[in-house]
């Protein structure tokens, strides 16, 4: 094969890649249970070429889990974080949520799939910060300090999937989580008369 | 076979139907995701007979979580939910927690397998309890009425979840989950000013 014949093969495996990725983010994003074969028939490429690329499921969703999160992580950074902490948290909570609605069967799939390990990896830049807001929020006396940071941010995080939980179920509209999610957090983090 | 023979027979199923839901419970509570062969091992029956009672995993961990929550229901069922609405939540969530804590890998599991419905149905009985209590401390005014009470009861459940992921995760320990749990459900239902 020629040096340009090599370079073609090359820019047709990335765009298969592109294509089975875009594929995936779209149908894991409405059915967490979506087989690797109606994600090959959707991108449009054959079983081998995706197994070529992507061995087993798990190796795809976290490959398609991984993305999600680098644009997550992208549209989370835009958030104006200065001022009061709990007027910080109320954007920075609803921007996670408006990402979690969109993204949230991704994050469904992922949960069935990756170890805690590689969960605690995507989840990484989000989660820090996060932090740093909650750090913030307890060193000007606004949040509570009885609690550790780590379990207040495991309640946000818990707040957020149940919240997700809550709308696929019906118990609530995802226009009203926005409202509750928020106040939630506050009162779970606010600090007690 | 003798109507005796039968009858034998019959004991015979039954009595490795208690041993396999026994091992199974067992081996669940301490790792989700535990194969049926070790199951069927610990149990000391074979695959083929375990493979009788059980078509699928599923089924298996579905007959696992209906005995696990038959059993925390009835455990429930004891804790006192009379008096101030705030101090019997205290007591009803710490009891919540040390079977959550118990039996939280099943829960797991089940997450993983059951459908949603499957899922509502384990928890009818422990959230019909919740709820009643939930919906008392809203009309005695001490818990918000600002939020609907399904959310309430989903952010408890979720609270509940995230804890035993924190414990998991090495983020808290479980005896400090228990006040933890306490304090931010409460806060979360309290009224606000």
């Known amino acids: 094969m020629t040096t340009d014949g090599v370079a073609a093969k090359r820019a047709d495996a990335r765009r298969n890649v592109e294509l089975v990725l875009d594929a995936a983010t779209t149908l894991l994003a409405t059915d967490p249970r979506v ?28 490959a398609v889990s991984l993305r999600v999160i680098t644009s997550t992580d992208q549209a989370l950074s835009t958030v104006d974080l200065a001022g009061d902490p709990r007027d910080a948290m109320a954007r920075l909570l609803e921007a996670t949520w408006q990402l979690t609605r969109r993204f949230g069967a991704v994050v469904i799939a992922a949960d069935d799939v990756l170890t805690p390990e ?18 913030r929020g307890r060193d000007e006396g606004v949040f ?43 009162a779970a983090l606010a600090v007690t008369s």
Chains 1, 2 share one sequence.
Not at 44 to 58: E, K, M, N
Not at 155 to 163: D, K, N, S
Not at 169 to 183: K, Y
């Open 35 to 62: 087989s690797l074969n109606e994600i090959a028939k959707a991108a449009g490429v054959g079983r081998v070429t995706l197994y070529g690329h992507f061995p087993s499921r798990a190796a795809l969703v976290e």
């Open 118 to 135: 590689q969960m605690r990896r995507v989840h990484e830049g989000p989660a820090r910060r996060m932090h740093a807001l909650v750090q």
């Open 144 to 186: 509570r300090r009885d609690m550790p940071v780590r379990w207040q941010l495991a309640t946000i995080q818990a707040v957020l999937h149940g919240a997700s939980a809550a709308v696929h179920r019906g118990d609530v509209t995802a226009v009203d989580a926005t409202r509750l999610v928020r106040d939630t957090v506050l």
